[in-house]
């Protein structure tokens, strides 16, 4: 482990088929008004909205409404979020969905009481609270963000044409997250599979980080084998409940600030991601997926050690008679075969991507100086147009 | 990850070679009396005394002076700490040392306003605490334990001629823990190489839980191996800060309960350990050394599958042409080579448990019913023998 660093996340997890069973007892720490944050009406009809309104009243919550909660949530949304709060004097946001709605439930939490211009201060600034926040709830339905366990809230400006993420303390982490696998599996298959490459990104974002650390790495090689693993049998039964909770588990440790414990991370991929998403609106996922062969194909001479540890210990490539080279090239081709498998979207052409919309995707890329190269704006395009 | 279980960790963590710069700040969250819990006087001599005390004069706090925690601390000590915080109406208990200084720290926490026998409450019975209890902060300077980030209090009463452990909830955890690798490298190689075991030890009687759960394996494998890597370079040369950073993050990941989610834990390792180190006084991780092998070898065939697994993953042994008793006795035996490489105790003769006190040590080992087999009296005999 190299250099300094904190870790501190005092999330508190109730994982499995009886987690909601926690619910009551948790929401007795909070104040009489929770704000309820949901997307469309998904949980209406698989019945975990049913529950959490039951598990409200048990204790006799007053309930706000908080409805329409979209998949790339805008800022103008987090606005009335914080009307909401502001007017009902709310207690608690509990956030019912994906990351989408935690994201934006932090959001809402961080700006609900700001006095200044919150897209400014949080997501243009990356500037920190000094208002008073709501604590956060959540019951997650949908795995690949791992913003049941961190404090990320990615948030779309349509005015300004950007969608931004800001990663706030562990403050605005959730104070409580219910994680119930069987909730996750009413997600359609496209979202679902969308959602593992997510948490394969996450994991080799910070493995490709540009520095390598010993224990860090090997600890994230042991959760990429497992999710490997499991998404091989969900992409084919997605009712395997203990292939989906291992991924639902996996999906959490992947982003909560523990794999970048004596290294960072590269996000150069959810950069390009993010990028085609505002101008496509594809799933986000699906955007990762769609560039990260090309993108790690491009910087693979750069971090040639740590492209072979990965092709020797995640995926078992054996080195005798091969060279560096070869090889790191064997495990990025595992990565492709696995990625086929699931059935994740291969080119960035299917989400939309064209030689007109080109300039425009690449326009909205923000180029991080970190990783094993700073890519250049030409190397962006060229990225793309492998990608297409 | 089968079954249901709550995750909930929220000690923060401060680690590095500038860690103790955080101290002076993290102290303001605490009132003015702080009790500083410390052993012998190493931490005199390698000058981390002086680097506490002028962090606690740095933000104006009155220092209660608790020296003299002894190696496997004691229920009268535990005592003793008890009427000091209670005198002096302490507002945070400081444990500057090992294991055994944080250990007795929680016992004095959970202790010093229990009504009841707070021996019989805790470490008989395994109650919970319904009294106050104070606040613990943590200085590390052994690693092995983990109990800097966790909730165990093992605790040694020889009126009753028992060594105990509990395992107390959260709010007992430190909230704070300094972890400087500079700090474990005053530690003389025996008691590091011992610390090094205790680490393993951990790994492995969760790994060999009896049940399996493919996320928590997996990242208990990485955890294995990262230690397997950095302890053969710490051995030889235990100044390697790197090396000596790996081991003291992995040893708090090793046993900080994230390890048990899916699973539990087998722990008779650790019984019989305790056993000999109550009639011998022997260092702790040098008990657990001296009997894993016959302990491991006893059990394997009860739980070949894990075994097998334990070889490829974390040893690298080919399974081509091999029976799994192959594969699995090859395992065991790469353990065995690392032992000898890094110099841990493999017989428990040389820790002093002869003919005349083995019957003594059997009747303090304490058997669990969990794991891949519950032993018979007659087989811990047995153990013990091998062992010696």
Redesign the interface.
Known sequence: ???????????????????MN?LSNELKNYGPTVMLSYGGGSIKRNGIYDAVIAALKAVGKTIVEDAGVMPNPTYEKVLEGCRLVRDHKVDLILAVGGGSTIDYAKGVSASAYCEEDAWEKYWVNQGWPTCRTVPVGAVLTMVGTGSEMNGGSVITNRKAGFKLGKVFGPELYPKFTILN?RFTMTVPQYQMVAGFFDIMSHLMEQYFAGTAD??TD??????M??LI??TRIAAKNPQDY?AR??I???AT?ALNTLLK??KGGDWEVHQIGHAIGLVTDATHGMTLASVSLPYYRHVMHDGLHQFVRFAKNVWGVRPEGKTDEQVATEGLECLEGWMKEIGVVMHSGELGVTEENLEAVANAVLILPVGYRTLTRDEVIDILRQSM
């Open positions: 482990m190299k250099g300094n660093f904190v870790y501190h996340n005092p999330t508190k997890l109730y994982f499995g088929e009886d987690a926690h696998p010993c224990t090997y600890i994230n090689e042991g959760l084998r497992s693993h499991s203990e909770a291992n639902m588990w996996t440790w414990c004596g």
